[in-house]
Nanobody, 119 residues
Framework: QVQLVESGGGLVQFGGSLRLSCAAT????????MSWYRQAPEKQRELVAT???????NYADSAKGRFIISRDNAQNMVYLQMNNLKPEDTAVYYC?????????????WGPGTQVTVSS
């Protein structure tokens, strides 16, 4: 069973930086596409950034130029470096593991880590 645990969230001032980490256990990390999502209060969960097993990245427009997603396949870790943070980045950030199986997709989520940006 895949388990994901996020860490690195906290309170930061406008313009500050945070680095989120997600530790994965179980599954086949090297074959999984890993993503960061976030959910602000009373809003839908939204995709922030994705990294494929080969390291190809994709970002939401709100994250482009400020956030960097990376992965360490040897350590089963995925990271989200967040720079120039804004109050609108305040949300719970979730790590997602997604891998194509024979007949379905395997999808797993972490419990999330809170990021709060003060103005």
């Amino acid at each position: 069973q895949v388990q994901l645990v996020e860490s690195g969230g906290g309170l930061v001032q406008f313009g500050g930086s945070l680095r989120l980490s997600c530790a994965a256990t179980g599954g086949l990390f090297t074959a999984a596409t890993m993503s960061w999502y976030r959910q602000a209060p009373e809003k839908q969960r939204e995709l922030v950034a994705t990294i494929t097993p080969d390291g190809v990245t994709n970002y939401a427009d709100s994250a482009k130029g400020r956030f960097i997603i990376s992965r360490d396949n040897a350590q089963n870790m995925v990271y989200l470096q967040m720079n120039n943070l804004k109050p609108e980045d305040t949300a719970v950030y979730y790590c997602q593991y997604r891998r194509k199986l024979i007949y379905r997709w395997a999808e797993h989520w972490g419990p999330g880590t809170q990021v709060t940006v003060s103005s």
